[in-house]
């Protein structure tokens, strides 16, 4: 598609519920990042793919969250056991290039917002 | 670890004025790069400007420019002429080396300046 597609836009979870949210790149985007956004805060880093390799996943909270982007094009962000400090924004980020390169055209999805309640 | 800081929580302009965003960051590197994104209601990120540290030259983009002072470490944002969809969120960020080292970056954000667009 035109830009990087992000699913459900809105997701409200009851604690203790598992989500999956997905992010679909630009086609051919090799770079694919997650961000988490509290509520009045920037994004914060949770994970980086180049391709179907997950390079990184150092910013990932706790080992309820889980990432994969297992054909190096659409990923899911899988939370388990959701709780109420899981309550954010989640934004997809793709880009053409890998490594250095992958911040010189970085394209952002419109996110989806999850209540945990 | 690399911090960046938005010292204004919101700031005001009248329409077809010019206003100045706030960014200071943090590093021991030499080689980086910083950005201002912007950020509407419909919560997608839109690249702004970026500058490449080892470039003095200010960049500039149409009504934006921005005031790069690497040795106060410094990043400021000014929009020109300002116009009513100029109106958001704006974020000053900055590309930091991911723990997996390599060529792997992430980019830090700061706290975001709300700014709002008077006619």
């Known amino acids: 598609g035109a830009g990087v597609s992000q699913s459900p836009r809105y997701k409200v979870a009851k604690r203790g519920q598992d989500v999956a949210l997905r992010c679909d790149p630009i086609?051919?985007?090799?770079?694919l990042f997650w961000y988490q956004q509290a509520l009045g805060q920037g994004p914060e880093f949770l994970t980086y793919?180049?391709?179907?390799?997950?390079?990184?996943k150092s910013g990932l909270p706790s080992d309820r969250f889980f990432a994969e982007r297992p054909e190096g094009s659409v990923s899911t962000l899988k939370i388990q056991r959701t709780q109420q400090e899981d309550s954010a924004v989640y934004l997809c980020a793709s880009s053409l290039g890998g490594g250095f390169r992958a911040h010189y055209g970085y394209t952002f999805g419109s996110g989806t917002r999850l209540t945990v309640v | 670890a690399q911090t960046v800081t938005q010292s204004q929580p919101e700031m005001s302009v009248q329409e077809a004025e010019t206003v100045t965003l706030s960014c200071t960051y943090d590093t021991s590197e030499s080689d980086y790069y910083l950005f201002w994104y912007k950020q509407p209601p419909s919560r997608q990120m839109i690249l702004v400007i970026r500058?490449?540290?080892?470039?003095?030259q200010n960049a500039t983009e149409n009504r934006f420019s921005v005031n790069f002072q690497k040795a106060a470490k410094s990043f400021s944002l000014k929009i020109s002429d300002s116009q009513l969809g100029d109106a958001a969120m704006y974020f000053c960020?900055?590309?930091?080396?991911?723990?997996?080292?390599?060529?792997?970056?992430?980019?830090?954000f700061g706290k975001g300046t709300l700014l709002t667009v008077n006619p």
């Open positions: 960020a900055y590309r930091s080396r991911l723990p997996s080292g390599g060529s792997n970056y992430k980019l830090t």
């Open positions: 086609s051919g985007h090799v770079s």
């Open positions: 500058q490449e540290a080892y470039k003095q």
């Open positions: 793919f180049q391709n179907e390799a997950q390079l990184d």
